[in-house]
């Protein structure tokens, strides 16, 4: 494990560039993610609540008008109402509890898949909208591993309970011995922040074994034990990674809430201009009135959080993406899978598909490029400078008379020998 060259901003500014220019773009496996994980629960749930209040409401609603009307029940006829009135409530409580369970499950696997995304969107290896499934191929491994992590953190956080209370005890023994009071309520704020402050560290120590579980062939409790090593020492990192996504939470959750709490104020007023139209004065209020109305007010509040959840859902499709992608990062940094977080390189060129079936051993002949001449070279321009000029010609001096040429005068012949004389 390396940490020398962790930079949080570093980390960040890569998670958010591995997001830039992949295919497909994070917000669609994303928003199946959130489907499945999150709406869909909450979707069930809703329907849930919704069939058990109305099966309730209408038995007190029975109950009342006859209480009303002055109608005298013996113990067997009271009985029976109470049963029928608890019935629906236990049906769909046992329903309740059991489709809890399903979708709790699929929760924790879905979030191992998506987990498994985020590891690939960090590497900036290719990436599809199925990887969000990847856990259903380890939900085993998955499923145990969190209900151990439940488990410990659940016994530790029972311990931290119990050490609280004996501590608040002898504190507020020793403070009413000294006569004073005072410091009870500074006292419970302590506590409490430091109850807070021990679960955030107990959910980060084993906030690794998931990713092990995925890059890994290991078990329930070696991928726990990995983690505990792994975050030893990296905690308060990892918590100010965690802080510094605060703002954007908030964020969401400030949309969720003004959207939300403004369609109720639509609904409750919707709801008294139907009773003012309606004419009925409120102490004149049947059963059937209250029941019609109590649908109509859970149907707009129902609706409302509907429409607060959709009118965040484009902020959720960036920052869950970016989040998860900082998480996966900081977990390879920490085993030493990624010691330098440089921002990734731009998108990797395209590739197009090679030939297949009986043409993959047909050989390709390369593809001809005709060999234009090479273009002749221009010829320098000729400056000036640079042009011969034929060198001028001396003027022919003057000739004077002194210097006429005048013709040789021709040397006499030379005289013939005479032959020698002859002796007589």
Request: proline fraction near 8%; charged fraction near 10%.
């Amino acid at each position: 494990m390396n940490m020398m060259n962790y930079d949080r901003t570093t980390l960040k500014e890569r998670a958010r560039a591995s997001m830039r220019g992949i295919q497909p773009r994070p917000w669609k496996p994303t928003l199946v993610y959130l489907l499945i994980a999150s709406i869909l629960p909450m979707v069930v749930s809703m329907i849930t609540q919704m069939v058990s209040s109305g099966g309730l409401l209408g038995n007190m609603m029975e109950l009342s008008a006859r209480l009303d009307a002055g109608y005298y029940m013996d113990e067997a006829e009271l009985t029976a109402l109470v049963v029928k009135m608890m019935s629906p409530v236990m049906a769909t409580g046992v329903l309740s509890f059991f489709v809890s369970i399903l979708m709790s499950l699929v929760q924790t696997v879905m979030g191992y898949g998506y987990k498994g995304y985020s590891l690939k969107l960090y590497r900036g290896e290719q990436t599809a909208v199925k990887d969000v499934f990847s856990g259903f191929y380890m939900a085993g491994r998955a499923i145990c591993t969190s209900i151990m992590v439940g488990i410990f953190t659940t016994l530790w956080m029972l311990l931290a309970a119990v050490l609280a209370v004996c501590a608040i005890l002898i504190l507020t023994v020793a403070l009413a011995a000294a006569g004073g009071s005072g410091g009870l309520t500074l006292l419970f704020i302590l506590v409490y922040l430091g109850i807070i402050a021990f679960a955030v560290f107990i959910s980060h120590r084993y906030s690794l074994a998931p990713y092990f579980i995925l890059t890994t062939d290991m078990g329930t409790m070696d991928a726990i034990r990995e983690s505990k090593n792994a975050m030893r020492g990296s905690i308060g990192r990892r918590f100010m990674l965690d802080l510094s996504f605060l703002g954007w939470g908030l964020l969401e959750v400030l949309i969720i809430c003004v959207v939300m709490y403004g369609g109720i104020f639509i609904t409750l007023f919707a709801v008294g201009f139907n009773m003012a139209m309606s004419g009925v004065a409120p102490e004149y209020i049947d059963a059937a009135m209250t029941a019609s109305l109590m649908t109509q007010f859970m149907g707009g509040f129902y609706i409302s959080l509907v429409v607060g959840i959709l009118a965040a859902l484009p902020l959720s499709l960036w920052l869950t993406p970016y989040q998860s992608a900082a998480e996966a990062g900081f977990f390879l940094i920490v085993t030493g899978q990624d010691d330098a977080p440089a921002a990734p390189q731009s998108a990797p060129e395209y590739i197009p598909p090679q030939p297949s079936g009986i043409w993959d051993n047909v050989p390709t002949p390369p593809p001809f490029t005709p060999t234009a001449p090479a273009p002749e070279a221009p010829a320098a321009p000729v400056t000036a400078e640079e042009t011969p000029t034929p060198a001028p010609e001396a003027p022919a001096a003057p000739v004077t008379a002194e210097e006429t040429l005048t013709p040789a005068p021709e040397a006499p012949a030379a005289p013939e020998e005479e032959p020698p004389a002859q002796d007589p």
